[in-house]
């Protein structure tokens, strides 16, 4: 957001009305230019806000509507399940996943796909089974879903809750455990080969207090796959939360500790039971949590209206049941909008935008980069736009002179530092004369100097 003299002088009486809107507690007053969408409020820190989509739910025009209007990524609540998308063992069944990722890629959103393996939801037909013929079939399972959908998906919750609750920090028993304890490492393998364009995420409940033995033991799986090569780039908190398992304290450093692994950390699956401002002030702390982590990529939350989630008595969410924002969402959004919170535990982020360009030409394309540096690492986004002809696929060079990538979306790269090439993934190939498409990379080190310049294939 741009913050000009004018703008600063009518932060105190924009405060002013909002605080009286939503409650005093509130800490975070809204800022003139502040964006008024949940998508384009996170896009400000190169963020993103999502939500669970039903595919049933798709033909209600209040839904469609929010959903089209505030979020900018978008997870399958069942569709791309293990029961949904193989039925009978080896037919494959992808009608009302791809409903959910056709709309939504559409308009413009991304998609965390969920979930390729899991204890839960299984079909009939692999919950008995056991040993070597699940294994294989869980990996296959993997392979073909991944496969069908290379290229399309954001981020894939390759593992689903396979930690025990409770303090044993051991692993969940299940079908899937007993094939042999490197069943999670070998079913991210077999996605980074299937979708190599895709982060590859973790994704449990319960792991949102840092003191517990299941967050404990899911960091020590992370760290350990991070120390032996195995292809993990994210872990989902999914923050399910009610009186019961509340926001805890040390949210953030939950946030930042896994961070600190070298991967990303999603909040996948939010929803804060209550009402009022006690709400919003749970769903303002864990927005302000994950902005105060510069790997914290986005939130999702489960669902769009308390009538839609599947904890709807406890009104979990940020719309009413007509759809109307509550108080949670102002918070939420006043929250993104402020871009800051209480910042980052271990490292001291300052942001800075830098663009630069090349001459488009006529039938060629041009690209721009928006940068966000910290002190030991980037993200870089960067803008790709056709010039008077349509491009059919891309490519852009960057030069990254004293950094190295380390994690990227929405294009194939080569090479990590130095030069780096990328190339278009199959759904942005194509781009309209005069449109538009991003992808992004993030790296530690200095992003500055990326001087990308793009070349029509
Ligand atoms: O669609 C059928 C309907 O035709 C049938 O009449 C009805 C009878 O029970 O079932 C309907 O399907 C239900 C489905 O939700 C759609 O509403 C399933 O029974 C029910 O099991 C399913 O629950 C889902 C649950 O995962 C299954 O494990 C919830 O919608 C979904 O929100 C929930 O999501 C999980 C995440 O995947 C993982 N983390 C926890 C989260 C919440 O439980």
């Known amino acids: 957001m741009k913050l000009t003299a004018k703008s600063v002088a009518l932060i105190p009486i924009i405060a ?9 507690t509130l800490i975070a007053p809204p800022v003139a230019n502040a964006a008024t969408t949940l998508a384009a409020a996170a896009q400000q820190s190169g963020r993103y ?16 509507g929010i959903l089209n209007r505030e979020f900018d990524m978008v997870t399958a609540e069942n569709e791309m399940k293990m029961d949904a998308t193989e039925p009978n063992q080896n037919q494959f069944s992808y009608g009302n996943a791809d409903r959910i990722v056709n709309q939504a890629r559409s308009q413009g959103k991304r998609i965390r796909g969920h979930a390729l393996a899991w204890h839960s939801q299984q079909p009939g037909w692999m919950q008995n089974m056991s040993g070597t013929a699940l294994r294989n079939a869980m ?4 392979t073909q879903v991944a496969t069908y959908y290379r290229g399309k998906i954001y981020a894939w919750d390759v593992v689903n809750e396979a930690f025990a609750d409770g303090s044993s920090g051991a692993r969940r028993d299940s079908n899937l455990q007993r094939t042999g304890n490197d069943w999670i490492e070998a079913a991210f393998r077999a996605a980074r080969t299937a979708d190599p364009g895709a982060k590859l995420c973790y994704n449990d409940y319960n792991t949102d207090d840092w003191s517990h033995a299941k967050t404990q033991a899911v960091y020590r799986m992370v760290q350990d796959f991070k120390s032996r090569g195995v292809p993990i780039d994210c872990v989902g908190l999914q923050s399910h939360f009610n009186s019961q398992s509340p926001v805890p304290s040390n949210y953030q450093t939950t946030l930042q500790n896994f961070a600190n692994l070298g991967v990303d950390v999603q909040i996948t699956e939010l929803d804060i039971e209550g009402s009022g401002s006690t709400q919003a002030q749970n769903y303002q702390r864990v927005t302000q949590a994950c902005l105060a982590v ?12 308390d009538t839609d989630s599947w904890r709807a008595s406890g009104t979990p969410l940020l719309f009413d049941g007509s759809g109307n924002k509550k108080a949670a969402y102002n918070s939420t959004l006043d929250a993104l909008n402020a871009g800051g919170g209480p910042g980052p535990t271990t490292t001291t982020t300052t942001t800075t935008t830098t663009t630069t360009s090349n001459d488009p030409g006529t039938g060629g394309c041009s690209a721009t980069v928006s940068l966000n540096q910290w002190n030991e690492g980037f993200v870089a986004t960067i803008k790709v736009t056709a010039g008077s002809t349509a491009l059919r696929g891309w490519t852009v060079s960057t030069t990254l002179s004293n950094g190295t990538v380390t ?5 194939t790269r080569s090479g990590n530092s130095g030069t780096v090439n990328w190339t278009n993934v199959d759904y942005n190939a194509n781009v309209p004369a005069g449109g538009s498409t991003e992808f992004g990379f993030q790296g530690s080190g200095n992003g500055s100097g990326l001087n990308p310049s793009c070349t029509a294939r």
Not at 16 to 24: F, M, N, R, S
Not at 407 to 411: L, Y
Request: net charge positive.
């Open 49 to 64: 806000f999502g939500t669970a989509v039903a595919a049933s739910r798709l033909s209600d025009s209040t839904y469609a």
């Open 139 to 142: 990996l296959n399972h993997v």
């Open 407 to 411: 994690g990227s979306w929405s294009a």
């Open 16 to 24: 002013t009305v909002a605080t009286a809107a939503i409650g005093a």
């Open 294 to 305: 510069a790997r914290c990529t986005g939130i999702t939350v489960w669902g769009i209206r």
